[in-house]
Structure formats: structure tokens, C-alpha cells
């Protein structure tokens, strides 16, 4: 029977698109009945279910029966409640094409096949993790499986996200690009980037594994993008030698001074005539480190702000080059997973020379009381770490942790009682 033509309801979309949901998850072709009871779809049929305006309800129930005469349906009715309140609707297979056509939705054959297309058209464009990130999606199109953070039903989105992977680095960028700036360029539009950074990321990550323990801003990061330039937290003798040989002195800024992060690339040499050398994960225990110290003989410090960013790892890859090889070189981290990445990151990427500050078993001894129970993530990456390679030093410590199911921030160590 030809179905004609209707607007269906809010009530009727949503029952049929649950229908070809169940009908496309079964391949197109189930063996079993495709079939929603209205009950278990109350969520997705407020007005149906009104109980203050019966109207909805009428209207969805006449369009049903429309569909059921014309060969697309088969409803079942509550007992006693015949043409009233439904009790469930089932698909019939050989009408899910008109179905299509109602609800004005692409098959799912369909719309894999069109990101399919696409992907391959556009992957000759990409190397390293982006072209990886492709095949990958290109798998999960082949397993019928979801290609998140692409998507079936936005070819916008996908071409947008396409376009802004074949204009991102393979490995850690240099220099440091804001979100809206990067987002003219490629897109001549300074808001379009925001709608894809958590995609990008995810992919990056996802990739890429020296990122993966990363947070999706420090991911953006490593490709260059940031949200505003930024800068680099020193305190001590630092001197840096810019491309034309100036010498910049920053002894005599008190109690730090910030150094922009795009200024990094051009340095030519980093000099630290101090006792040793401490980098620190937090700002405020950045300070903190500042106000114990001796001002004759300061130390150089530094604030990472978290995982290193390219432009930190370049300054103290830098710095350790011109530092005599008796000159202590540490970081001062979180006891905890992130700490401890942190301290493995800056070992594979900048020097080995880097060793623990206040994070061993005796400072978690003495400060625990301040400590915070591990959650079972943490269980599971502190697992995982304690095999790394550049941290075979580390497991008394992250043993200990794990017994005592425990993890320290760096705020609560008193630098004064530690001595």
C-alpha cells in the first residue's frame, strides 16, 4: 500500500528512529523482531504519556495506523485499549526504506560509506599519528563499530576536523600558536577550532602515545596551540643567550620572572650559575620553594605548570647542557601518578640527570597525615607505572603508596620541617 504523504509527530519520530536504531545496531537484516515496547521508551514519548493533553497521544496513534496499513509496522495493543494506548510496535524489514524517507534519515550503510569516502580521499594528507588516527577510524567504519570523535550524521564536523589535522604537526611543535589565531587561518573563522579541540585532542592522545597520560589542554599544547601565549616562571642566576648573542641577566628579578614561551625557540644557550637545579610541578609550591631557600646562593628554579611543555622541555634541555656534571638536577612533584610521569617525561625527553625532591617513602611517612586515599585509577596507573623504564628508582616509593593507599600533593610538604 503506498504510504502517503504526513508530517509525523515528535512522539512518531521518535518511536521510528528507535526502531531503525535496533534495525541498523542488527546489521540491517535481523533475524529476530525488530520491536520497542512503549513503556520502555516513556522517556522518548512525553507527549504521549501526557496526562494533562490527549492530543499527542491521538495524533501519534492515528499516524501508526497509517503506517501499519501501509505495510511498515505492526502495532500491539494494551488489552481493552484497542486504537488508544499502545503496547508495543514492531518494524517490518522490507519498509525501513520508506521509514528512511519519514523521519528523513540516511541508512547507516549509508552514512558510514560517505564518512568512508571521505576519510580516504583525505588521508593521503596526513602522516604519522593523524594518518593513524584515520586508518583507525577507517577500522572502526569496517567493524561497524562507532568512529567517534567522527561522526555518521555531521559531514561538516568531519571535514572541519580533516582540515584542521592536515594542519597540525606530526610530533611536538616549537612554537606556540592561539586557538584563535590558528583557527582564522585555517578556517577563517576565529571560533571555529573551539568546536573541534576536544575532538583533536582525543585523537592526538589516542595516537600518539607519548600524550596519552596528557589532559586535552596539554595535548593542544604539544601541537603548538594554546589559548594565549605564555610564559615560563624562572627564579635564580639564569642567563639566556638570545639568536643575536644579547644576554638576557634575570638574577635580578624578585621573587621570579616570566619568560615567554615563543622566546624559546631562538635561544641560542641557557647558563645557570647556581648550586643546582629544581623544577617544579605547582605554582604555589614554586613559591613556596622561593621563599625557603638562602638568597646568597640561590638555586634556579622553574615552574612546569604541570607536564613539561615543548618550550620548558627546549629551556632546561638547554640549561642541563651548560650545567657541570656535579650539579644536582630535580624535579619536585606530586607523589602521586602525574608526579611520577612527570618526573619519567622529563627523563626520556630532556635528561636522565633528573632526580627526585621531596618525593620518596619518608616525605610520604612524615606528611601523610595530609595525604589523600588512592582512587582505583590511580591503583591501576600506579601498576602500570611501576614498570617504566625511567622509573626503576621510584618503586620503594610507589610500593609504599600502594600499601598504604595513599598520595600526597606537593602543597603538603612543609619545606622547613623537611630541612
Known amino acids: 500500500m503506498t504510504l502517503p504523504p504526513f508530517t509525523p509527530s515528535a512522539d512518531t519520530a521518535a518511536l521510528v528512529n528507535r526502531l531503525l536504531d535496533i534495525f541498523e545496531r542488527r546489521g540491517g537484516n535481523p533475524k529476530q523482531t525488530v520491536r520497542v515496547r512503549l513503556d520502555e521508551a516513556a522517556k522518548r514519548l512525553p507527549g504521549y504519556f501526557s496526562q494533562t493533553n490527549p492530543t499527542p497521544r491521538r495524533?501519534?496513534?492515528?499516524?501508526?495506523?497509517?503506517?501499519?496499513?501501509?505495510g511498515l509496522l505492526r502495532l500491539e495493543w494494551q488489552p481493552g485499549q484497542s486504537g488508544?494506548?499502545?503496547?508495543?510496535?514492531?518494524?517490518?524489514?522490507?519498509?525501513?526504506?520508506?521509514?528512511?524517507?519519514?523521519?528523513?534519515r540516511q541508512p547507516a550503510a549509508e552514512q558510514r560509506a560517505a564518512l568512508q569516502d571521505l576519510l580516504l580521499g583525505n588521508r593521503f594528507l596526513l602522516s604519522g599519528w593523524r594518518r593513524a588516527a584515520v586508518e583507525h577510524t577507517l577500522g572502526q567504519l569496517r567493524a561497524r563499530k562507532s568512529p567517534a570523535p567522527f561522526s555518521l550524521t555531521d559531514p561538516v564536523l568531519n571535514q572541519d576536523l580533516l582540515t584542521a589535522l592536515a594542519a597540525l604537526p606530526d610530533s611536538a611543535a616549537t612554537e606556540e600558536l592561539p586557538y584563535r589565531v590558528f583557527s582564522v587561518r585555517v578556517f577563517n573563522h576565529s571560533k571555529r577550532f573551539e568546536t573541534l579541540k576536544e575532538a583533536v585532542a582525543r585523537l592526538a592522545r589516542r595516537h600518539n602515545p607519548d600524550w596519552r597520560a596528557l589532559s586535552a589542554a596539554e595535548t593542544l599544547r604539544e601541537l603548538g596551540l594554546v589559548a594565549n601565549p605564555g610564559h615560563i616562571y624562572l627564579y635564580g642566576p639564569w642567563q639566556l643567550a638570545g639568536p643575536a648573542g644579547q644576554v638576557f641577566e634575570l638574577d635580578g628579578f624578585a621573587p621570579s620572572v616570566g619568560v615567554p614561551a615563543a622566546m624559546?625557540?631562538?635561544?641560542?644557550?641557557?647558563?645557570?650559575?647556581?648550586?643546582?637545579?629544581v623544577c617544579v610541578e605547582n605554582l604555589a609550591a614554586f613559591y613556596e620553594l622561593i621563599r625557603s631557600q638562602s638568597h646568597s646562593s640561590p638555586p634556579g628554579v622553574l615552574c612546569l605548570w604541570g607536564n613539561p611543555s615543548p618550550a620548558v622541555r627546549r629551556l632546561l634541555q638547554l640549561a642541563v647542557a651548560g650545567l657541570p656534571p656535579g650539579v644536582p638536577v630535580q624535579v619536585w612533584a606530586d607523589i602521586d601518578y602525574g608526579g611520577l610521569n612527570i618526573l619519567a617525561q622529563?627523563?626520556?625527553?630532556v635528561s636522565g640527570r633528573f632526580a627526585p625532591f621531596c618525593m620518596d617513602a619518608a616525605t610520604l611517612e612524615r606528611f601523610g597525615r595530609w595525604g589523600q586515599p588512592l582512587t582505583p585509577t590511580d591503583v591501576r596507573n600506579l601498576n602500570r607505572i611501576r614498570q617504566h623504564a625511567d622509573l626503576q628508582d621510584m618503586t620503594t616509593l610507589i610500593d609504599q603508596m600502594l600499601r598504604q593507599n595513599l598520595k600526597l600533593e606537593q602543597e603538603a610538604v612543609n619545606l622547613k620541617e623537611e630541612g
Do not use: C, D, F, M
Open 59 to 70: 495524533t501519534t496513534n492515528e499516524q501508526l495506523a497509517r503506517l501499519e496499513s501501509a
Open 84 to 104: 488508544h494506548l499502545l503496547h508495543s510496535a514492531a518494524l517490518i524489514p522490507a519498509g525501513a526504506p520508506k521509514l528512511y524517507q519519514l523521519v528523513q
Open 264 to 277: 624559546v625557540s631562538g635561544l641560542r644557550q641557557v647558563r645557570l650559575n647556581a648550586p643546582r637545579l
Open 346 to 349: 622529563l627523563r626520556r625527553q
